[in-house]
């Protein structure tokens, strides 16, 4: 047998006996490829001895960025000869006693694994099971007699399917575009990490905005850095989509496990290269922000004001957080509308006056956030309206805001750059100050980093903290259970 020493099995005789016994030994760190092993089609849950050969793609650590960056362990992406991808997880316990057997590209056996089950949140791979490392698992490099398996393999959903993908964290998908325009601050800073924004067609006449965090950004202002934009159109990992606003812009969020790809050999970028009819090399703006587009942090009007003045026109989107006293309802705007479409629902749109005890603004409140607040449906009001005393009726209900203060989540756009706009809207109300310490863009999204355990947190960029399920193994999903990313 391949490994093994050999001898008649017809000798008797106290050597024979030794050749038997160091056959049985089990064999340390290997470089050749083991004899026999499974594909990722063919594991089975729980720990039964498996193993399994296959490219090592790429690992990040993944970490809770709802406790404060907690770290959650090391999530590594693996891609076998079937051309299967599967993610495994290395718990923050073990991750020490592993990292310095893990490299980008190698051909590696893992041994003494457990097999769980992905959980249906935050699915980086289409695979339906995750390996987790547990204390007897063995990763070894394969050196020699190694399979062939291809360096890369990507999830490239179109904007069909990131539309139904939006908003529902189910997914970390991989797209591929062209990069339109760039803005954010200190863009040739690869040190900083405040958010960077890029318009990026992914189809023809479909752009969207990829909305790159912390270690994602820092890693893209790499590349402008080298002021090379020979390359425009690339291929980008696990990112999160989401809608915003009544107008449906599509977000692309980055997350913990989100990587860069511009090689022009990757038969995705040839794919779309095609598909537009364009080239790998087209010119593109960057901006520069004098303040940069922030997360939600918490601002102050005045802040609101002053990012809008020092920024470029037509091109600055970002979220912030106010926190505002109610001094009236604005109502010669009017307190509702009707929708322009032919089915005459009444809906809200509510003008507030508001000020922050320095300087007040006009926002804008649509119909969904102000019936949570109002617990009434603009409809209703509408018929009291009608029976008491027409539109210089002011309903109770909004009456009572007057006073009262809330924490303003605000969606500024090019809208609000236009000379006579300096109102702003409104997408979230909340009376709770302290949830402002833990919103961030990507809420939801603690994730791995271009795959990640389902329970491991994705990096600054934006993942989520997705909950292990180990399905048939109940002792050993007692002592998994992980934050959701």
């Known amino acids: 047998a391949r490994g093994k020493l050999s001898f008649s099995s017809n000798v008797s005789s106290p050597l024979f006996a030794i050749i038997e016994s160091l056959n049985s030994i089990p064999k340390m760190a290997s470089s050749a490829a083991p004899i026999a092993y499974s594909m990722f089609e063919s594991l089975r849950l729980g720990r039964a001895a498996q193993s399994v050969v296959a490219r090592l793609i790429c690992f990040w650590d993944s970490r809770n960025i709802n406790k404060n960056g907690e770290f959650m362990g090391i999530t590594i992406l693996l891609l076998d000869e079937l051309d299967s991808v599967i993610h495994g997880f290395i718990p923050a316990n073990r991750a020490s006693h592993y990292r310095n057997d893990l490299k980008t590209g190698s051909i590696v056996r893992l041994d003494r694994f457990e097999v769980a089950r992905?959980?249906?949140?935050?699915?980086?791979?289409?695979?339906?099971?995750l390996?987790?490392?547990?204390?007897?698992?063995?990763?070894?490099?394969?050196?020699?007699?190694?399979?062939?398996?291809?360096f890369d393999k990507f999830m490239v959903r179109h904007y069909n399917h990131l539309q139904v993908l939006a908003n529902t964290n189910l997914e970390l998908p991989d797209v591929v575009g062209e990069i339109q325009y760039v803005q954010g601050s200190d863009l040739k800073n690869n040190a900083a990490t405040s958010r960077v924004?890029?318009?990026?067609?992914?189809?023809?006449?479909?752009?969207?905005?990829?909305?790159?965090?912390?270690?994602?950004?820092?890693?893209?202002?790499?590349f402008l850095k080298k002021e090379d934009k020979s390359h425009s159109v690339m291929l980008v990992t696990t990112v999160n989509p989401k809608l915003f606003g009544g107008n449906g812009n599509m977000y692309l969020n980055s997350t913990q496990g989100t990587k860069f790809f511009f090689d022009t050999n990757i038969p995705e970028i040839t794919k779309f290269v095609s598909s537009v009819g364009g080239t790998t090399a087209q010119a593109y703006t960057c901006v520069e922000t004098h303040q940069g587009i922030k997360k939600k942090e918490l601002v102050s009007i005045g802040d609101l004001n002053s990012f809008i003045s020092n920024s470029n026109e037509q091109t600055q989107e970002a979220d912030f957080l106010c926190k505002t006293q109610i001094v009236s309802v604005i109502q010669e705007n009017?307190?509702?509308?009707?929708?322009?479409?032919?089915?005459?629902?009444?809906?809200?749109?509510?003008?507030?006056?508001?000020?922050?005890?320095?300087?007040?603004?006009?926002?804008?409140?649509?119909?969904?956030?102000?019936?949570?607040?109002?617990?009434?449906?603009?409809?209703?009001?509408?018929?009291?309206?009608?029976?008491s005393g027409g539109e210089d009726y002011l309903p109770s209900c909004l009456e009572e805001l007057?006073?009262?203060e809330f924490v303003f989540q605000i969606r500024v756009t090019p809208f609000n750059f236009t000379p006579n706009h300096r109102t702003f809207t409104v997408s979230t109300i909340t009376e709770e100050s302290t949830m402002v310490d833990h919103i961030k863009e990507h809420s939801g999204n603690i994730l791995p980093n271009r795959g990640g355990d389902l329970g491991s947190a994705a990096s600054s960029s934006g993942p989520s903290v997705l909950e292990d399920k180990i399905g048939e193994n109940a002792d050993a999903e007692k002592n998994r259970k992980r934050a959701r990313e």
């Open 402 to 404: 007057t006073g009262k």
């Open 197 to 222: 924004v890029v318009r990026f067609l992914i189809e023809r006449n479909v752009s969207v905005y990829l909305s790159l965090w912390d270690e994602a950004a820092s890693t893209f202002r790499g």
């Open 118 to 129: 992905v959980a249906h949140m935050y699915k980086i791979t289409e695979h339906q099971f």
């Open 334 to 387: 009017g307190c509702r509308c009707e929708t322009p479409d032919v089915t005459g629902v009444v809906r809200f749109r509510v003008e507030l006056a508001v000020d922050d005890g320095k300087d007040s603004a006009t926002f804008v409140i649509f119909d969904k956030e102000m019936t949570k607040l109002t617990k009434h449906e603009a409809a209703v009001l509408a018929l009291d309206e009608n029976s």
């Open 131 to 150: 390996i987790r490392f547990i204390a007897s698992t063995r990763i070894v490099e394969v050196q020699t007699d190694a399979p062939v398996i291809k």
